[in-house]
């Protein structure tokens, strides 16, 4: 699967920084309801997609993001991960 990084919070929102105490227990959290958000604004993760948080390697500890893994042959799942990446609400109150 592909997958676009969409990030760990709404993009003009605060964020948990990497190194700070229980941070991958935070961020865990912040993207979790980071998901919940982009459902609530894109809807319902068509078939061939997967919203999900990502550890990536970082200086200071793993990086926690939000990302939407999706088939990149199927035409409806392409569309979503793109919508996600576009309309994802850019702050915690929509």
């Given at each position: 699967?592909?997958?676009?990084?969409?990030?760990?919070?709404?993009?003009?929102?605060?964020?948990?920084?990497?190194?700070?105490?229980?941070?991958?227990?935070?961020?865990?959290?912040?993207?979790?309801?980071?998901?919940?958000?982009?459902?609530?604004?894109?809807?319902?993760?068509?078939?061939?997609?997967?919203?999900?948080?990502?550890?990536?390697?970082?200086?200071?500890?793993?990086?926690?993001?939000?990302?939407?893994?999706?088939?990149?042959?199927?035409?409806e799942?392409?569309?979503?991960?793109?919508?996600?990446?576009?309309?994802?609400?850019?702050?915690?109150?929509?």
């Amino acid at each position: 699967m592909a997958y676009i990084e969409i990030g760990p919070a709404p993009a003009d929102e605060d964020c948990v920084q990497v190194g700070t105490p229980d941070y991958v227990q935070l961020a865990r959290v912040e993207c979790s309801r980071f998901i919940e958000l982009i459902k609530k604004r894109v809807g319902k993760p068509p078939e061939g997609v997967r919203l999900a948080v990502k550890s990536s390697p970082h200086d200071f500890g793993d990086y926690l993001e939000v990302v939407c893994y999706f088939e990149p042959d199927n035409k409806e799942a392409v569309e979503y991960a793109y919508r996600c990446e576009s309309e994802a609400p850019t702050r915690w109150k929509v």
